[in-house]
């Protein structure tokens, strides 16, 4: 199970001169958690890190600093992790817990950046292949979806559980009662 296969290979990036709220923006505009920052040097573009939402709302937003005025470039510390493509998620996942991060730079053969992996990327393979290892290899699952559809089941909004019925909640519903949240404490 090589990374190659399941690594996201279009990356979003920013210019590491670029500003925190240009970076907040690109965050939005393509709907991701993180962004590949570059840097222009004597040999062209190079990696010079990864910045994510995280980082702009614990080291920024919670400091109270203005994302306006500060460069990208100023969350970005050390070298990038990276590991190649060819590697396995196994590898992955222990490059992440040595660094202490949820995300990856995935390069090619010549050191190029081909993807990102993240924890969740890697975690979806490791439940899929245990799913198909696990007692008849899939094919209880793969039974059991079948048989919910000849019998016109819907799966639920998120794919999880397919063939389960679901009925729509409503406040109006006697049955649906509200949850009650415990006060903050003092």
């Known amino acids: 199970m090589s990374l190659a296969t399941i690594c996201t290979r279009h990356v979003i990036t920013v210019d590491a001169a670029a500003s925190l709220a240009e970076a907040a923006r690109r965050l939005r505009e393509h709907h991701?958690?993180?962004?590949?920052?570059?840097?222009?040097?004597?040999?062209?573009?190079?990696?010079?890190?990864?910045?994510?939402?995280?980082?702009l709302a614990v080291e920024v937003l919670a400091r109270g600093l203005d994302a306006a005025a500060l460069a990208v470039g100023t969350l970005v510390q050390g070298e990038p992790v990276a590991v190649p493509e060819s590697a396995g998620v196994d590898e992955a996942l222990a490059q992440m817990r040595a660094h202490g991060v949820r995300r990856l730079l995935v390069a090619g053969?010549?050191?190029q950046l081909v993807g990102i992996v993240t924890l969740d990327d890697s975690a979806r393979r490791v439940c899929r292949a245990a799913r198909r290892a696990g007692p008849g290899g899939?094919?209880?699952?793969?039974?059991?979806?079948?048989?919910?559809?000849?019998?016109?089941?819907?799966?639920?909004?998120?794919?999880?559980?397919?063939?389960?019925?679901?009925?729509?909640?409503?406040?109006?519903?006697?049955a649906v009662t509200p949850r009650r949240r415990r006060p903050a404490p003092a």
């Open 32 to 55: 991701v958690g993180a962004l590949v920052v570059t840097r222009a040097g004597a040999e062209g573009v190079a990696v010079a890190g990864v910045v994510t939402d995280r980082d």
């Open 109 to 111: 053969a010549q050191g």
């Open 138 to 174: 899939g094919q209880r699952h793969r039974a059991r979806d079948a048989a919910a559809r000849r019998a016109g089941a819907t799966a639920d909004p998120a794919g999880a559980h397919p063939g389960h019925r679901h009925r729509r909640l409503d406040a109006a519903d006697p």
